[in-house]
């Protein structure tokens, strides 16, 4: 079966492009929402980082739900499900009235958030051929990237209130035309619920650590360089300053161009970490020429976020990575659970950020100082996860002894 036949492949797609777009677009109306709702500018730095944590904080539980109902009911039940709640907790966001209840919608559109990718990577995965598995999820993730690029060019032009009516009418609209989707084959022929307790086990706990790990410099790229980028262009002297929405736009412009080149990459080097290797050391390049061109102009750093973009292209060989990681059985609970654990990072990286700002050291400083952290434990784990490419899919954790 050829990739792009298979329904499953474009519904996944077409979830991830809305899920995106709900997930970057408050990054995009931070300021404005805050605005709008009178929280003075001295104090939107630290509402909004807070606002992102509970965010974050529900797509860290939602990813363990989802990834656990997926397993015992099916990665049909997570598509369903999950858009459902975020697409009323975005229409919810519309209407806010007061920050209090701000919090709470985004967690709760965190939570809902949490299940799409992992469940469409996981569906997609295990209906497609070893040898067209990659090229199918990188349909799923380049597609969906772009909903990123539609939240900051919506962002940029309506009213926030609008741009989160938008997100959740889409989401709507999409759960219709999901009806129909068909379940993974390899999960009806293996209907046993899986153990939680699985992950229990010292080697393949560390195996979903790794995985986790390797992943995290894109999130501290998103989380940290990218919402902030009103507060780097002060701190860099940016003379023209830096706008959320228009970083955001180059970032998730380069997210898609490069979900594409590293997805083909990996099916040309077949192999997996090799292509995640390359990608990694381009983002610490990029990374490092971002902290250190002091006074440059406004241009100048967009591009930077563009090829910045460009390098967190692994984002989709690395759900692809744990997703052939695992067993049929937990397979869903770690694809999905996974990805969310590394936005959760996000609450970690950016409390490391306030503490070495209250040590005196510079927003620029400090987000260098995280980040060199970061990029270790992400090489600390893909040293330590074998290669993948071409694995047949069809075993069960069950009955490995903590090895694949």
């Not at 869903?332 to 659970?337: E, G, L, P």
């Not at 990286?349 to 050291?361: D, R």
Request: with cysteine; aromatic share 12%; glycine share 14%.
């Amino acid at each position: 079966m050829a990739f792009w036949r298979d329904r499953a492949v474009w519904v996944g797609a077409l979830g991830y492009f809305v899920d995106t777009y709900d997930l970057v677009l408050f990054s995009v109306v931070r300021k404005a929402s805050l605005t709008g709702m009178g929280v003075p500018e001295a104090d939107q730095q630290g509402i909004g980082l807070a606002l992102l944590d509970w965010q974050m904080v529900g797509m860290l539980l939602g990813g363990l739900f989802w990834g656990i109902l997926g397993d015992r009911l099916g990665r049909r039940s997570v598509l369903f499900g999950s858009i459902i709640i975020y697409s009323l907790a975005n229409l919810a966001n519309a209407g806010l009235s007061s920050l209090d209840h701000y919090y709470w919608l985004r967690l709760v559109a965190g939570f809902g958030l949490a299940g799409e990718l992992g469940a469409a990577v996981t569906l997609v995965a295990e209906r497609l051929e070893p040898e067209e598995r990659g090229y199918g999820t990188m349909l799923v993730a380049g597609v969906g990237l772009a909903g990123a690029v539609v939240a900051a060019l919506v962002g940029a032009r309506v009213d926030w209130r609008s741009a989160y009516l938008l997100g959740g009418l889409l989401g709507l609209i999409l759960l219709i035309l999901r009806v129909g989707t068909p379940e993974s084959g390899l999960f009806r022929n293996q209907m046993q619920a899986s153990r939680f307790e699985l992950f229990l086990q010292p080697g393949r706990l560390w195996r979903f650590l790794a995985c986790i790990l390797l992943a995290i410099p894109i999130w501290w790229v998103g989380g940290v360089l990218t919402v902030l980028a009103p507060e780097f262009g002060k701190a860099l002297q940016v003379p023209q300053g830096l706008q959320a929405p228009t970083a955001v736009f180059y970032l998730y412009t380069g997210a898609t161009v490069g979900d594409f080149l590293v997805g083909a990459l990996s099916q040309r080097l077949r192999s997996r970490k090799k292509a995640i290797l390359i990608s990694l050391v381009g983002l610490g390049l990029c990374s490092g020429a971002f902290l250190n061109f002091q006074g440059a102009s406004a241009s100048l750093f967009y591009g930077l976020y563009f090829w910045l973009g460009l390098c967190t292209g692994f984002w989709s060989v690395f759900v692809t990575f744990t997703a052939e990681q695992f067993g049929t059985d937990l397979r869903a609970t770690a694809t999905t659970s996974a990805p969310n654990f590394v936005r959760a990072a996000v609450v970690p990286i950016n409390l490391s950020l306030k503490g070495l700002e209250k040590l005196g050291w510079g927003v620029v400083s400090a987000a260098g100082g995280v980040g060199v952290i970061c990029f270790v434990l992400s090489l600390l784990g893909l040293w330590s996860l074998p290669e993948t490419f071409g694995r047949n899919l069809d075993f069960r954790e069950a009955r490995s002894s903590g090895g694949v």
